[in-house]
């Protein structure tokens, strides 16, 4: 299922394109629908078989406008709902854990910078002296706009109540400073029983290492234990490289 929905004037929620029977309903314990979201931050999709999806509650993610050369900020509003729960009549639940970055991440949307160019050249005379005004060139201060994200989240395991199976996502650390990403996706592994059965290695090309603001991936790694009577004790792998012109 895909789509979008928007809240009416009395926080009902309203499907854009109704091509599907989804339900969304906004949960909470208050008496009103826009008390309930205000509160809970929580709203739940039921498809037609019955499946429901979670999403906000301790999941949520703020983020304001933040104009730096007159330092105005706009109020912190939550503008991101993460998917936290998922339940199925039939095959159960499935859990979804985000951890928080330490800091906010500021996200450049634009910059701008003003000149002023005086293009006539004017002489003034008094007495026995002329003094020329030649062409001038006024700067204004940079002015640069950020999107700054307030608890800001990234999946790091899923998993289930039904079985021992769990996947858990690792990272490493990405712009050190003013890039429009913190973390990236190192590795992904599949465990059951605690015991790590497939990993998903990533590798990065960072063009400017100094300050990396866009990154591209070289490689991805599939390692794949087998532990059945046909292959016992085997590890398998697959390694699909990327070039770029």
């Known amino acids: 299922y895909s789509g979008s929905f928007y ?3 009395n926080f ?6 109704r091509d599907s029977e989804l339900k969304i309903i906004i949960l909470g314990n208050q008496s009103s629908t826009r008390e309930k979201l205000l509160y809970s931050n929580t709203f739940c999709i039921v498809t037609p078989d019955g499946v429901k999806y979670y999403f906000g509650g301790n999941t949520t993610e703020e983020s304001q406008l933040l104009i730096t050369s007159s330092q105005t900020n706009s109020p912190n509003w939550i503008t991101s709902y993460y998917l936290y729960q998922i339940s199925d ?15 906010y991440q500021n996200i450049l949307i634009e910059k701008e910078q003003h000149f002023s160019i005086l293009l006539l050249e004017s002489i003034a005379c008094a007495g026995e002296g002329c003094v020329s005004s ?5 700067i204004s201060n940079p002015l640069s706009t950020y999107n700054r994200i307030h608890n800001a989240k990234r999946l790091v395991r899923v998993y289930s109540s039904e079985n021992s199976e769990e996947i858990l996502l690792d990272y490493i650390f990405g712009s050190a400073s003013g890039g429009n990403y913190d973390k990236i996706i190192e590795q992904i592994r599949i465990k059951k029983n605690n015991i790590e059965k497939e990993k998903i290695k990533f590798n990065y090309l960072f ?22 009577n046909i292959y016992g004790n085997q590890i398998k792998n697959e390694i699909y490289r990327f070039e770029y012109n």
């Open 12 to 17: 009902q929620p309203v499907i854009t394109k």
């Open 207 to 228: 063009p400017n290492e100094s300050n990396p603001s866009r990154f591209f991936l070289t490689e991805v790694e599939l390692k794949r234990g087998f532990n059945n």
């Open 7 to 9: 809240l009416d004037d």
């Open 134 to 138: 030649r062409p001038s060139m006024t």
């Open 89 to 103: 009549p039939v095959r159960g639940d499935i859990f979804l854990e985000y951890a928080n970055n330490s800091s």
